[in-house]
């Protein structure tokens, strides 16, 4: 991604001079514009006829790749559809540009973006904004463990470029790309840390991360090592990782960018760097998939990092707790009771539900830095895929008004977003016989029960729980992301962040 150049340019699409032109077209009419039917003309009726042919009907993400004569100053022209509805939206236009330059990364080279109807975009610093981020995002690859002659793609996007004909360009437009780039580095780096595996990221690199981004201006990094963890009562913590040889740690990074003495807003996330399951160990089919169980800790720390880099004025706390959950014979057991950071007890009923003990030591330590208003993120149950299958993660809170700052942000990033309900009466699912809480509810509501855990180690603050255990990892292509960590939930987190007051 640093390598590609990107600009806005008052050139028209027929002047463009790099090797893709792309062209979103949408509506029912699939109407081409002036500057369109000037190219169109110029190429003797190529894409009027096509798109009469009913070779293209405009649909989201649909694309048809046309190849021009060789005389033509570019080789090739490549329509995207952003849905036959008239109306614009900028979630459209993201998977318009997201399949569209998919498209042009097969040839690789310079491509060029023209929007049919741009002018009626009101918001040009958004409109510039989703067509960078699109780009970006839809381009990610993971391929570091592909020997040199397996890497893909074999031709790159050198170049991107938004024309924007007839349209005065001031300089704080290009803005909108920087901020775009910033955030999506922030993506490229969750979704990598989320697939790295567990054997080249575990504990320790967490806080080797931590320490990189807290060497920035306004940044504090403290890592908590297990000896001062035991000091501090986070038993939880201690007993989920006990059975690793990778130690357990509590990770807090501050950004102070808002005013001083402000309350700080803190984020904290599930670091699983592998969950086996431990003694209730995981079926073969079920822990392969579990190096992707820091995906909460990960968003976090990519949230934290965009949210510095952008130089937001809030004042912003993330907190990471980070453990391997092996099983082994020093491995905490069923049955075993912990008395956790807050001081309340938990019977283990299953070692696999090892999140929410983590968290539950995390939330009650978030207390200290007097928070504005605490949002954890986790990759917390399979559950949360039964409810909600991977469209949209889960929200709950008992403050109707973060839920709401949460919707909307999920609107503005199409980052999907659903509430469950935290009611009363799933509390007796989690009631212990012999200690205050236990650390299962079983099957039914599984998703709401270990959202309410959580709930009892935050009382008191302004608090919301994210479940991201369904969209983390994305197990077939979406115009966004390919397959493996989707990054689900930074663009979410930094959207509400900016917002956040
Ligand atoms: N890490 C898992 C949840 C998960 C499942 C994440 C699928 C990503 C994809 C979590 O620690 C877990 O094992 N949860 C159990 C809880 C149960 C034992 C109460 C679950 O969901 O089955
Ligand atoms: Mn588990
Ligand atoms: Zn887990």
């Keep these: 991604m640093k390598k590609i150049k990107t600009s806005l340019s008052k050139k028209a699409p027929d002047e463009y001079l790099g090797d893709n032109l792309m062209i979103i077209l949408r509506g029912a009419s699939k109407e081409l514009d002036e ?53 614009f939206n900028n979630n459209s236009l993201r998977k318009a540009v997201s399949s569209g330059i998919r498209q042009a990364e097969r040839f690789g080279g310079k491509s060029g973006i023209y929007i049919s109807g741009f002018q009626q975009f009101t918001d040009s610093a958004k409109m510039v904004f989703t067509v960078f981020e699109a780009s970006f995002l839809a381009l990610y690859r993971f391929d570091l463990y592909k020997s040199t002659i397996n890497k893909t793609p074999k031709k790159s996007i050198s170049a991107i470029s938004l024309l924007l004909p007839g349209k005065k360009i001031p300089a704080s437009l290009s803005k909108s790309i920087d901020e775009a ?73 501050e950004y102070n960018g808002g005013k001083q003495n402000g309350k700080p807003l803190v984020m904290v996330g599930k670091g699983v760097t592998f969950d086996s399951g431990g003694l209730s160990l995981k079926s073969a089919a079920n822990m392969v998939e579990m190096k992707q169980d820091m995906g909460g800790a990960g968003v976090v720390m990519s949230a934290f990092k965009a949210a510095v880099e952008l130089q937001l004025k809030i004042n912003l706390v993330a907190i990471i707790a980070t453990v391997e959950n092996m099983p082994s014979g020093s491995a905490y057991r069923p049955s075993d009771v912990i008395k956790t950071h807050s001081g309340l007890t938990v019977e283990i009923i299953n070692t696999d539900a090892e999140g929410r003990l983590i968290l539950a030591d995390a939330l009650s330590y978030s207390k200290k830095f007097k928070p504005s208003a605490v949002i954890d993120v986790a990759t917390l149950t399979g559950a949360s895929k039964v409810a909600l299958g991977t469209v949209g993660c889960a929200v709950m809170s008992f403050h109707k008004d973060l839920i709401e700052k949460i919707y909307h942000a999920s609107e503005n990033t199409d980052e999907k977003a659903w509430e469950l309900p935290l009611w009363d009466e799933f509390n007796k699912q989690i009631k212990s016989d012999i200690a205050d809480f236990k650390n299962s509810g079983g099957r039914e509501g599984g998703a709401i029960t270990a959202g309410l855990f959580l709930s009892k180690f935050i009382e008191g603050e302004k608090w919301a729980h994210i479940d991201m255990a369904n969209v983390d990892y994305a197990y077939s292509e979406t115009p966004i992301t390919r397959k493996g960590a989707s990054g689900f939930g930074i663009r979410l987190l930094v959207d509400f962040l900016k917002n956040w007051k």
């Design 35 to 87: 500057y369109i039917d000037t190219l169109d003309s110029r190429i003797s009726n190529l894409i009027s006829d096509h798109i009469s042919d009913g070779n293209f009907s405009g649909a989201e993400g649909e694309t048809t790749v046309l190849t021009l004569p060789a005389e033509l100053p570019f080789r090739r022209i490549i329509l995207a559809g952003a849905g036959n509805d008239n109306s």
């Design 181 to 253: 780039r910033t955030i999506c580095e922030a993506v490229y780096f969750g979704r990598d840390i989320i697939n790295l595996p567990a054997n080249d990221f575990n504990t320790g690199d967490f806080a080797a991360e931590a320490r990189k981004i807290g060497r920035k201006a306004n940044v504090k990094t403290t890592v908590y090592k297990e000896a001062q963890l035991k000091r501090m009562g986070m038993n939880a913590v201690l007993s989920v990782g006990r059975g690793s040889e990778n130690p357990s740690m509590l990770i807090t990074m």
